[in-house]
């Protein structure tokens, strides 16, 4: 009993600490710290109530504030530019490299071994990245780091009252540098700009996926002819690599378009 | 061009008329009448802006005031509940219904011939429907029907200078009756309903579909045995009315289970 008390008084500590590190990482302070304390609250932790409820109330006002932000930035991009804005900056890859940048990830309280090992995994991938990386790196980014800016997000946005224009004041700096349309066009989605360029040269693009052992490896046929292969533990990773490493043995040269519209690629020799 | 300018000029007074019963039907003026122009707009009337940009924004917006609202009304609801609450009520069948319920589905200015029958031969249907339809009837829902709700919500949000609640005020009461968890515990989702009861009686359930001239026959056997078919022009629905065929055949009464969770159903006799 003595021990349990012990932990539940270390716990409240921690959590003191983590709620002011967080208000200063915000620069903002909650009116209600207890929604903060939930905020950073993964399921596993069952002593008090999780994250997931904040965390759909984010996910929804981020989803308008981009929308917002794309719509009034972008008036004369059509409605896919917006539609892919608007994924680009709420895709979990995004919000997990957030979580890392702005240092929220170290404040998510749990009760999961294998989560501080996948964090600290993907944190230092990123932390090697040496560019903007939009469409998944080397690992799956693991969902708790995305989930907890969505709830934190969701905590400030309850704090003000469900005020959308002040939550952003609050909260829109985490998300910078926020992808735009030009960022989009200087690195095209690496499997579409294959099938673009393939077509293009009227040439038979195949991926065939085979999984052995958790892991998937993709394989690009060009006009039936094996061009390359890549692995990953996760489907969509394995494919984007294989196509990235496709087109870079294509040597490929990206040419940007001049109407703003996403990129176009050129072959240069294969 | 004397032509040209007679159909202009009667484009316009047809707009005129449309916006005026429009701001009747919302109860609110629009600062800017052009954005309910542009809102009221397909994509194959070529003459002005369409209603895509503003769609996407009104979808965004609806998407967090309903979550908003499920947040704030069942603060004890589970996370589950709240996303199965979004999507009941921003599918296009249920916004596709608000189209007709609230007489918006008169006034969309297209160049489509076929969408007038689409949208004749749906709005028969829903009159004739004696209940609240959640999950399909028998028709697929006409998404410009859909399309032209949110696009409305987009255009009040944006007249009202992006102020949600300002716009829940003015358009909340397009969606009543929004569908709440004890809606969807009467009626829950039939091919749901079917899993859990077989499961329940120990049975095994499988669903097979043929696809032919465009219409899907979805063929439900249990333990092998074929209990019931049904066809539509669309995939999920054939599913629908299948799995209701099959319900009512082992002659199903619902019972609601007391906890406010997703209700559970009891097998009379097959």
């Not at 002593?47 to 004369?76: C, M, Q, T, W």
């Not at 540098?177 to 960022?183: C, N, R, S, V, Y």
């Not at 690009?220 to 496709?246: C, E, F």
């Amino acid at each position: 009993m003595e021990m349990l008390k012990n932990d539940d008084e270390d716990d409240c500590l921690e959590m003191l600490e983590a709620i002011k590190s967080v208000e200063q990482i915000l620069n903002y302070k909650f009116k209600d710290q207890k929604l903060l304390e939930k905020a950073l609250t993964h399921p596993s932790y069952t002593k008090s109530e999780s994250y997931e409820r904040l965390e759909i109330v984010g996910d929804a006002a981020l989803g308008l504030a981009i929308i917002n932000f794309a719509y009034l930035a972008y008036p004369h991009h059509d409605p896919g530019v917006l539609s892919i804005i608007r994924s680009a900056n709420i895709s979990t890859e995004k919000l997990a490299r957030v979580a890392i940048s702005s240092g929220l990830y170290k404040y998510v309280r749990h009760n999961s071994p294998s989560l501080d090992h996948k964090v600290k995994k993907f944190t230092e991938l990123v932390q090697q990245e040496e560019d903007i990386t939009i469409y998944g790196g080397e690992m799956k980014a693991p969902k708790v780091l995305a989930d907890i800016v969505e709830s934190v997000i969701g905590a400030v946005y309850e704090d003000l009252c469900f005020d959308l224009k002040a939550t952003w004041l609050v909260v829109g700096g985490l998300l910078e540098p926020i992808i735009t349309p030009q960022m989009l066009q200087k690195k095209p989605q690496p499997v579409s700009q294959l099938f673009e360029l393939c077509q293009k040269n009227g040439q038979q693009v195949d991926i065939k996926q085979t999984r052995e052992n958790d892991k998937t490896t993709a394989s690009i046929y060009i006009d039936n002819k094996l061009i390359v292969s890549a692995s990953s533990d996760q489907k969509d990773n394995a494919k984007l690599h294989a196509a990235t490493a496709a087109l870079e043995k294509m040597d490929i040269r990206s040419s940007f378009s001049e109407n703003g519209k996403i990129g176009t690629a050129k072959r240069k020799a294969i």
